[in-house]
Structures are given as structure tokens and as C-alpha cells.
């Protein structure tokens, strides 16, 4: 495999694994869900992370063409997204909620009353969120219009769901295992990644914009 689409499959991979948070999705469902039976929470899983896949195929592939109409140029969507990446990063590094990759104390409250969760919050803002939602379009843009690294975009997120869905059936027993310290491990981990990718977003931003120049 080519080394573009190497690093293209491995910073797609990180940066929606980072966004979405598949471990902190589960364990906020599982709390979520404590009432509901297996096959309850089955069904709302496999709804949850088919509603977010097409939500977030939606943004891959029409973010750029909804961009240009608008007329953001791609530096300026980099320099964005790379400060909205990082203030998520920076969340994730010291453990904290943040409103792109969890749910709101309201939000929370309203699901706790609702039978279905699979729509909200499941759906939207846990698995496919402005973060999310975000790093699609900038990766995507990045991408260039190659057929090809679209393509592996695109199915690092498609393999990042498919994790989130395994232990969306699982959750219960993730949260039992890892705990509150696992938990903030992991995220802690990935949030120092994203810290990263999202300064060099933001490099690449100002320097495609000629500002540094």
C-alpha cells in the first residue's frame, strides 16, 4: 500500500476513533439503557449506528460541495477544524465532557425519560457528532478529490462505527471491566493524538492559506 494511503488510513482511523469515542459512547449507554432488555438494547444499537453511519456519510461526502457553495476555502476548513479538533483533544486529555463527543446534563436528563435512545442520543451527538461530523469533511477535504484515499476515509470511519457497535452490544460488561480509570486511560491516550493531528491540521491551514508565507 502506497505511503499516502498509509498515513491517510492511520490519521483517518485515530482522528474519528478519537471523535467519536466508541468506549465512552458504550459506557454512557450502558448507563442509559440499565432498564431495557438484551433484545431492546440490540435493536437500539444496530438503529443508533445505522442512523450516525449515514449521518456521517452524509457530511463525507457532501461537506466539501456544500463548503465550496458556501465558499470556505479548504485552509480556512484545515485552520478550523484543526481548533475545534484540538479543543476536543484537550477535553479528552484531562478526562473532561465535552459537548462534541458526549451529551449535555439536559440532554441527559431528557434520554433517561425516553424508551428509545437510538435516535438521541445514540445516533446524534454520541457516535456522529459535531466533532465527528468535523473531522469527516476536513479529512475528506485533505483527500484532494483522490478517489482512492476517499475511499479509505471512509472506511476508517465505517470501521471506527463498527467498533462503537460491538461494544454498543457489550456495553454493560466494557464498563464493568474498565472501569472510570480504563475509561480515562483510553481517552486520555487518544486524546494526546488528536491534540497532535489538530495542530498539524491547523499548520497546514495557515500555511495553504500563504499567511506564513
Known sequence: MPEAAVETALVAFATFFATIG???????????????????????AIKG??????????????GNDILAYMGITLPA??????????????????AEP??????????????ELKDDVSVFPLATPLI???????AGVL??????GDVKLGAIVVGAMLAVVAITFVLLLVATQV????????????????????????????FDGLKASGLLS
Do not use: W
Open 128 to 134: 456522529a457528532g459535531p466533532g465527528a461530523m468535523g
Open 49 to 62: 449506528s445505522l442512523i450516525a453511519t449515514g449521518i456521517l456519510l452524509a457530511f463525507l461526502l457532501l
Open 139 to 144: 479529512l475528506m477535504g485533505n483527500t484532494h
Open 98 to 111: 465535552s459537548g462534541s463527543t458526549s451529551t449535555t446534563d439536559d440532554e441527559t436528563k431528557e434520554a
Open 175 to 202: 464498563q464493568r471491566l474498565l472501569g472510570v480509570t480504563g475509561l480515562q486511560v483510553i481517552s486520555r491516550i487518544f486524546g494526546v493524538l488528536l491534540t497532535a493531528l489538530a495542530v498539524q491540521f491547523v
Open 22 to 44: 466508541p468506549v465512552d459512547v458504550a459506557a454512557i449507554y450502558a448507563a442509559l439503557t440499565t432498564t431495557a432488555s438484551p433484545s431492546q438494547r440490540r435493536r437500539m
Open 77 to 94: 476548513l484545515r485552520t478550523a477544524g484543526g481548533i475545534l479538533l484540538l479543543l476536543i483533544g484537550i477535553k479528552l486529555v484531562f
